[in-house]
């Protein structure tokens, strides 16, 4: 992928609130499994499964399989472009849903 195609990829992957969310979410909270972030959002494993997807795509996580559940993580070591924007993301202030790691996931 050329320079440009990499650097509007990363950019339209944050102009969306819920993906920001995510990344705010998973930068805080360390790895998350889908259920987890499912519970949180109160959203539909599908739609949630996009999001997660366009970030992945975008670099800015990795996704670890245990068992049958997906856990989702920042990647690391990320570029200066993506560790700028998240960087941005933790001086927002944002209100993260809480996480019950006792709901639904079991491996």
């Known amino acids: 992928m050329e320079a440009m195609e990499t650097f509007l990829q990363t950019a339209g992957a ?8 995510l990344l705010a979410l998973i930068d805080a909270q360390g790895p998350l499994c889908v259920c987890e972030l499912q519970n949180a959002l109160a959203m539909t ?17 990795r996704v670890e399989r245990k068992g049958r559940w997906a856990y989702y993580a920042i990647r690391a070591p990320m570029d200066r472009f993506r ?25």
């Open 45 to 61: 494993q599908s739609r949630l499964s996009r999001h997660l997807k366009i970030l992945k795509d975008a670099g800015f996580l």
């Open 83 to 107: 560790a700028s924007a998240l960087e941005e993301i933790r001086t927002l202030g944002l209100e993260l849903p809480e996480i019950d790691n006792h709901k639904g996931c079991t491996v």
């Open 14 to 21: 944050l102009y969306d609130e819920t993906r920001v969310t």
